[in-house]
């Protein structure tokens, strides 16, 4: 026996398909503005929620769910394929950090492929942003950090910390403080991933000191803050040669690699002395 069209639109389950399908004709027409049933667009993805528009615009600039999602997936695989360039393997790490982890762009990728004994945080400054992690992100470590060091992690701590685009806001004070605490918290050869702007992208950018860049090999330029962020937020430079020799002075630098971050930002690769 056929039942008719009208009663099949009627049944539950085929309701929520239709209301599925009509979601997605309309994310694939204007991305940018949708913010209906977005867990019909993300179970194609990831099938995690999706941070509402004023957390995503505060992380990346854009509203744009796919694109949220899809430069989250990239980042991830980044780190992955950064670290195994100097020996370490992503999934030996057992405690993962993500210093500005926002409203978890990156950080929600882990749920792919994670073992029982891999414990991942996720640390920001934005506590509107890590109490949307909490509450949506189901088997992470959310923590609220201050604007400055220290954190209430312990010593030794974590096997990976990565920071994508938060040295690129930070004065130099901030950052080489940072980097001290992030030495601390480390474990003996582990490993920190962060992300930096290179020279070449201030180019043309208002209010850059370009001879401050060029012979000191770093630059912080303010007008480029973040609403809903502190007040020294901003923008900064960095040139490799800068990187090896200040921030060696907390870090070893293992390695610099250009565009090695969504094809953008540079990753600068440090490791703590110490056995592996």
Known sequence: MKLPVWLLK????????????????RFAHDPGRFDGNLNAVLRLHDCLPLPPALLRHRVSGSVNPEEFVHVGKRCFEDVNAAVRTIGLDPSGCRQVLDFGCGCGRTIRNFHHGRTAATHIHGCDID????????????????????????????ADQFDLIYAISVFTHL????????????RRILRPGGVLLATVHAPQLATGIPGVDTEALRQ???????GYGVDGLPDYYQGAFHAPEYVQRAW???????AVRPKAMNGHQDVVLCQKPGPT
């Open 127 to 154: 506590a509107e942003a890590v109490a949307w992690c909490r509450e949506n992100l189901q088997g992470f470590a959310f923590e609220v950090i201050p604007t400055a060091p220290p954190t209430a992690y312990a």
């Open 10 to 25: 009627r049944l539950p389950i085929v309701r929520g398909l239709v209301r599925r399908l009509e979601d997605l004709h």
């Open 216 to 222: 000191h090999g770093y630059t912080y330029v303010r």
């Open 171 to 182: 004065p130099e004070d901030l950052q080489l403080a940072w980097l001290a605490e992030l």
């Open 248 to 254: 060696s002075q907390h870090l070893p630098v293992v």
